[in-house]
C-alpha cells in the first residue's frame, strides 16, 4: 500500500511514522517490521503536486486493471479554525473524483499535533528565543494553539483581520515571542524525543482523535 502526502520525509519518515509506531495495533506495526515494503510512502515535492500524484496512482490501477491501494493524508493549512486551504480542497476534489481515500487533518499543520511532552523534554534554555516562544505556545487556547504557525512563528501585524481576531488578547510579550517560531527542523523533535510520546500525549494534543481515524484508515487498507 502506498501513503501520498506533501512530503514523504517530514510527513512520512518522522510525524507518521512516529504515530503509527504509537497508535498503530500490534498486528500492523508487526507487518511493517517483517515487511517494510507493506507501507510505502510518496510525494513529489508540496500540496501543489499532489492532485496530479494521486491521478496517476489512481490512472495507472486502473489501466492495469488493479485495486487502487493508495491512501492521502494532508494537512488543512487553515490559519484559522475550519478554514481549509483551496489546494487542500482541490486535493480533496481529486481523491474523490479518482475514489482514494483521503484524510484531512483538521489542525494548520503537523507540527501543531507536536505534544507538551516533546516541547518539554526539548528543554531548550527558558530565556532563549525558543524558550520564550514554546512557553507562549502552551499559554495559547485550543483555537490558536492548533493553527499557529510552529515553524515560522506569527507576525500578527501582517496577518489577515481573520488571524488578528483569533490571537486578540494575548500579551505583548508573548505575542513578541510568538513571532520568532520554532524553526524549519521542529517536526524532527518529534522523532527525536520519541520517547516522550504516548497515546495519552498524543491524544491529548489531538483532541478529537483525528490521528486515531488516519491509523484506521491505514490499518483497514493494508
Same mark, same amino acid.
Request: charged share 30%; aromatic share 6%.
Given at each position: 500500500?502506498?501513503?501520498?502526502?506533501? $512530503?514523504?520525509?517530514?510527513?512520512?519518515?518522522?510525524?507518521?511514522?512516529?504515530?503509527? $509506531?504509537?497508535?498503530?495495533?500490534?498486528?500492523?506495526?508487526?507487518?511493517?517490521?517483517?515487511?517494510?515494503?507493506?507501507?510505502?510512502?510518496?510525494?513529489?515535492?508540496?500540496?501543489?503536486?499532489?492532485?496530479?500524484?494521486?491521478?496517476?496512482?489512481?490512472?495507472?490501477?486502473?489501466?492495469?486493471?488493479?485495486?487502487?491501494?493508495?491512501?492521502?493524508?494532508?494537512?488543512?493549512?487553515?490559519?484559522?479554525?475550519?478554514?481549509?486551504?483551496?489546494?487542500?480542497?482541490?486535493?480533496?476534489?481529486?481523491?474523490?473524483?479518482?475514489?482514494?481515500?483521503?484524510?484531512?487533518?483538521?489542525?494548520?499543520?503537523?507540527?501543531?499535533?507536536?505534544?507538551?511532552?516533546?516541547?518539554?523534554?526539548?528543554?531548550?534554555?527558558?530565556?532563549?528565543?525558543?524558550?520564550?516562544?514554546?512557553?507562549?505556545?502552551?499559554?495559547?487556547?485550543?483555537?490558536?494553539? $492548533?493553527?499557529?504557525?510552529?515553524?515560522?512563528?506569527?507576525?500578527?501585524?501582517?496577518?489577515?483581520?481573520?488571524?488578528?481576531?483569533?490571537?486578540?488578547?494575548?500579551?505583548?510579550?508573548?505575542?513578541?515571542?510568538?513571532?520568532?517560531?520554532?524553526?524549519?527542523?521542529?517536526?524532527?523533535?518529534?522523532?527525536?524525543?520519541?520517547?516522550?510520546?504516548?497515546?495519552?500525549?498524543?491524544?491529548?494534543?489531538?483532541?478529537?482523535?483525528?490521528?486515531?481515524?488516519?491509523?484506521?484508515?491505514?490499518?483497514?487498507?493494508?
Amino acid at each position: 500500500m502506498t501513503i501520498l502526502m506533501e $512530503n514523504r520525509f517530514t510527513d512520512g519518515e518522522i510525524f507518521l511514522n512516529e504515530v503509527l $509506531n504509537v497508535l498503530g495495533h500490534d498486528k500492523m506495526n508487526e507487518q511493517r517490521v517483517v515487511a517494510p515494503d507493506s507501507i510505502c510512502y510518496d510525494s513529489q515535492g508540496g500540496i501543489g503536486e499532489l492532485p496530479k500524484l494521486v491521478s496517476d496512482y489512481a490512472d495507472r490501477a486502473y489501466t492495469e486493471g488493479i485495486p487502487i491501494r493508495v491512501v492521502v493524508f494532508t494537512d488543512s493549512d487553515g490559519e484559522i479554525p475550519g478554514e481549509i486551504k483551496p489546494n487542500v480542497r482541490l486535493v480533496q476534489q481529486t481523491c474523490e473524483d479518482k475514489g482514494v481515500i483521503c484524510w484531512t487533518l483538521l489542525k494548520r499543520t503537523i507540527e501543531n499535533y507536536i505534544p507538551d511532552e516533546v516541547l518539554d523534554a526539548w528543554k531548550p534554555y527558558p530565556d532563549s528565543d525558543k524558550g520564550r516562544c514554546i512557553a507562549a505556545i502552551k499559554k495559547l487556547n485550543e483555537g490558536q494553539r $492548533n493553527h499557529y504557525p510552529m515553524k515560522k512563528g506569527l507576525k500578527i501585524a501582517r496577518a489577515n483581520p481573520s488571524v488578528q481576531a483569533l490571537y486578540r488578547g494575548i500579551r505583548d510579550e508573548d505575542m513578541v515571542a510568538l513571532s520568532n517560531g520554532l524553526g524549519k527542523d521542529v517536526i524532527k523533535k518529534f522523532q527525536e524525543f520519541r520517547d516522550s510520546l504516548s497515546v495519552e500525549a498524543l491524544q491529548r494534543r489531538d483532541g478529537k482523535r483525528e490521528l486515531d481515524g488516519l491509523v484506521k484508515i491505514i490499518a483497514d487498507a493494508l
